[in-house]
């Protein structure tokens, strides 16, 4: 069974940057395709970024590319999020996400079968 924890979450202001991290446990996260959501209550959970097994894939929402960038640590068994030029609109509950059966994860959330509990970033005006 994977275990997911994430840590790092804040409060922000608009401008300012934060690094979330996701502690795996349970199965190495080089065999995981791992990714980043978003949720803010009453909208469904967002994709946010994407980093496959081997780390050399990536992919972005387009309200955060350029300004997140996803990473991994296979050695520490930890999955990285660094959210620079944060805006109000980034404000949310941060997951993140695995699933062992590919081998990059992609957007669907529903594709996901591993979860964090999540962290709160909130990025004042």
């Known amino acids: 069974q994977v275990q997911l924890v994430e840590s790092g979450g804040g409060l922000v202001q608009a401008g300012g940057s934060l690094r979330l991290s996701c502690a795996a446990s349970g199965r190495t996260i080089s065999s995981l395709a791992v990714g980043w959501f978003r949720q803010t209550p009453g909208k469904e959970r967002e994709f946010v970024a994407a980093i496959s097994r081997s780390g050399g894939d990536t992919g972005y929402a387009d309200s955060v590319k350029g300004r997140f960038t996803v990473s991994r640590d296979s050695a520490k068994n930890m999955l990285y999020l660094q959210m620079n030029s944060l805006k109000f609109e980034d404000t949310a509950v941060y997951y993140c996400?695995?699933?062992?059966?590919?081998?990059?994860?992609?957007?669907?959330?529903?594709?996901?079968?591993?979860w964090g509990q999540g962290t709160q970033v909130t990025v004042s005006p």
């Open positions: 996400a695995a699933r062992g059966d590919a081998y990059y994860g992609g957007a669907d959330s529903k594709m996901y079968r591993y």
